[in-house]
């Protein structure tokens, strides 16, 4: 069983930065693609970004050359970077882990971002 757990969440006026994290524990396989989704009240749950195993990352439209997501395979975590923040990347931010062979995917509880105006 995989279990993932997101931190850094919090309030930050428009212009600011946060750092999220995700610590993945329990079995682990390297050859997943690993991502940050969000969903704010009232909206679907959308896609903000993705990254292989290999370390290629995808973005959201919305979020590129704000936002930077990483990942360090030995320490099984991953981060999102987030610059630049708006008042519309206010959202619950959940940590994805998808395998590459099923693409059964893992959710962390999500960590709640706030961006004041």
């Known amino acids: 069983q995989v279990h993932l757990k997101e931190s850094g969440g919090g309030l930050v006026q428009a212009g600011g930065s946060l750092r999220l994290s995700c610590a993945a524990s329990?079995?682990?396989?390297?050859?997943?693609?690993m991502g940050w989704y969000r969903q704010a009240p009232g909206k679907q749950r959308e896609l903000v970004a993705t990254i292989t195993s290999a370390g290629s990352p995808n973005y959201a439209d919305s979020v590129k050359g704000r936002f930077t997501i990483t990942r360090d395979n030995a320490k099984n975590t991953m981060t999102l970077q987030m610059n630049s923040l708006k008042p519309e990347d206010t959202a619950v931010y959940y940590c994805n882990r998808r395998n590459a062979w099923d693409h059964r995917d893992y959710w962390g509880q999500g960590t709640q971002v706030t961006v004041s105006s």
């Open positions: 329990g079995s682990f396989f390297t050859m997943t693609v």
